[in-house]
């Protein structure tokens, strides 16, 4: 059964709101706040392992403040411990969605997985066009399971690809559009979220008729992605289109509610940077 809205993520919801006000309400002052809205829609699997699709619609809300705290949709709320040399640091909370049972065929039975906070830990380090990634995030509720994930990723414009524009000129007076972004990621994922969303227990192989299964923590997926990020209006407004590939493996490719090893996503956004 799901838990009634938990009233001790309200403090977290109280900072995001107050933080977007104090952004909006201080706008003017452009040396210290870099705000960017907007919206679009997330084409993604039902739920990991789904064989079904669904379309999100999601709001896109990204605030920094003196390049310190921020607030986006990838890293929560925010603040960057360390920013030198290439090397970042920072530590937030973020979202984590809910999966029902509701979902899909497969998951009858199974329960809901609540919504939660989950506090995260991310480094970067950026060299060229090119930067590396890597984070923990621990769920605070939910499944309660921590997750690693490191990848890289790189952004550059599409002039420096067909040759109208000199690797030398790409890093001055910023990154300019139409640009393009490719990334690749592997996950790792500890026994509590294996259990979770991928492992069935007694009362509910006895639910939804699975036979039982005991995942144990190991890598769960690879990531593939590739966008293009259209500039216009001198960089107020932006498009980002985006396309993913996850396949899953080991322990989690082999639960008996997976339906689709390997799942493709999408998504188009539009925002304006004030």
Same mark, same amino acid.
């Given at each position: ?92 909370? *973020? ?87 490719? *990334? ?42 590739? *966008? ?47």
């Amino acid at each position: 059964m799901r838990n009634p809205p938990a009233k001790k993520y309200m403090p977290i919801l109280f900072l995001v709101s107050l933080f977007a006000w104090l952004a909006f309400a201080e706008a003017g002052e452009r040396g210290d706040w870099d705000i960017r809205i907007g919206a679009g829609a997330r084409y993604v699997a039902k739920y990991e392992g789904s064989d079904e699709m669904k379309t999100r619609a999601l709001p896109l809300l990204g605030i920094t403040w003196k390049d310190r705290v921020f607030l986006n949709p990838r890293d929560g709320l925010g603040v960057r411990l360390y920013d030198e040399g290439g090397l970042a640091v920072s530590a937030g909370v *973020g979202y984590v969605f809910a999966r029902d049972e509701s979902d899909g065929d497969a998951l009858r039975g199974m329960g809901d997985i609540d919504e939660t906070a989950a506090a995260n830990l991310n480094l970067k380090y950026g060299f060229g066009l090119l930067a590396f990634r890597a984070g923990v995030s621990r769920h605070l509720g939910g499944s309660e399971g921590t997750l690693v994930k490191a990848g890289v990723g790189a952004i550059a414009p599409l002039a420096l690809l067909n040759g109208r524009m000199k690797p030398q000129d790409s890093g001055s007076g910023g990154l300019k559009g139409p640009l393009l972004k490719l *990334g690749a990621s592997a996950t790792w994922a500890d026994g509590a979220y294996m259990e979770s969303y991928f492992g069935v227990n007694p009362a509910q192989s006895s639910a939804s008729g699975h036979p039982r299964y005991e995942p144990k923590a190991g890598f769960k997926s690879v990531d593939f992605e590739v *966008g293009v990020i259209y500039l216009f209006a001198d960089g107020h407004w932006a498009v980002n289109a985006q396309a993913g590939y996850s396949q899953l493996l080991g322990d989690a490719a082999d639960s008996p509610i997976v339906r689709d090893e390997g799942r493709f996503s999408g998504g188009l956004f539009l925002s304006y940077r004030f």
